[in-house]
């Protein structure tokens, strides 16, 4: 049984009904409201909840159950192209030594080193792993989070897809009630404009809540997960060719072609 699917219809049938309630029934004033019109308790659990439901019938409970984690490495800097230089120029020193003194000779280097990643890959070198067999085993691992990365950046691309969805099934929810209130006798038309401007709060919400939160938080993710990924591919590259004994100027040559042309130079002047 897929728990997560069915915690999320109850929670989008059951934002639906509140707003079906707050919109037909006199539940919608005694709800909070304020803000000269623009905070509307109704409206936000109608965008909120139905996007929280659609996104837990879209992943699984594992998935939702990091959603913090994910949420929290919007705050951690991004990896610039000084790092990957750096990275560069430590692996260049310690092919000089593998090439002086063996590949066991770099065992002090490699214990120096603060990346897990790039510990773990010269190990594999310093086990006496082949080149080949190096890239497939790295390679591997960084398919693996790479898919890991894509899997949380699309948990907001799916709020970003649902929140303007549900912020329309809100408007017309409120425009539904509204017109079905016209004509009547007593008709006060600063309700009606009143009612107008409350159906369209939902929009408004779904609206922000995806241009200003879910969209760029996607993005950000993203953008940090190609940039992690471009770094590890440099890391398999320059243990691989370690591990072939490749000579250091061609090391930093290979190198050269993972930097754009100003950054070549600060690899030059290493």
């Given amino acids: 049984m897929d728990l997560a699917s069915i915690i999320g219809f109850v929670i989008i049938v059951a934002s639906i009904m509140l707003t079906i309630l707050a919109s037909f029934t006199g539940l919608g004033d005694a709800l909070p409201k304020g803000g000269g019109g623009l905070l ?7 965008v909120i909840g139905g996007m929280a439901g659609a996104t837990f019938v879209t992943f699984s409970m594992a998935n939702m159950g990091s959603f913090a984690k994910i949420f929290g490495q919007v705050m951690k800097p991004q990896m610039e192209s ?14 000089t030594e593998a090439r002086r003194g063996g590949i066991l000779s770099v065992e002090p280097l490699v214990a120096q080193l603060d990346d897990p990643f790039l510990q773990k890959a ?37 709020m970003n897809k649902y929140c303007p969805a549900f912020g329309m099934i809100g408007t017309l929810l409120g425009l539904i009630a509204m017109l079905g209130n016209m004509g009547g006798a007593g008709m006060d038309i600063s309700a009606l404009t009143g009612g107008m401007a409350t159906a369209l709060i939902t929009t ?9 939160l879910f969209a760029p938080v996607c993005d950000n993710l993203k ?16 243990v691989a060719m370690i591990a072939s004994t490749t000579p250091p100027p061609q090391m930093r040559s290979r190198f050269q072609s993972f930097l754009a042309p100003q950054d070549q130079d600060a690899l030059d002047a290493s």
């Fill in 223 to 238: 953008s940090k997960s190609k940039a992690e990924a471009t770094y590890r591919e440099i890391a398999i590259e320059g």
């Fill in 122 to 158: 010269m190990q594999l070198a310093v086990d006496g792993r082949d080149a080949d067999e190096i890239r497939s085993t790295l390679t591997g691992e960084l398919t693996f989070m790479s898919n890991r990365h894509d899997t949380g950046a699309s948990m907001f691309d799916t």
């Fill in 204 to 212: 408004l919400y779904g609206s922000v809540f995806a241009n200003c």
């Fill in 40 to 46: 509307d308790t109704a409206s936000f659990i109608c």
């Fill in 82 to 95: 000084n790092q990957s230089i750096e990275m560069m120029q430590k692996l260049i020193e310690i092919g």
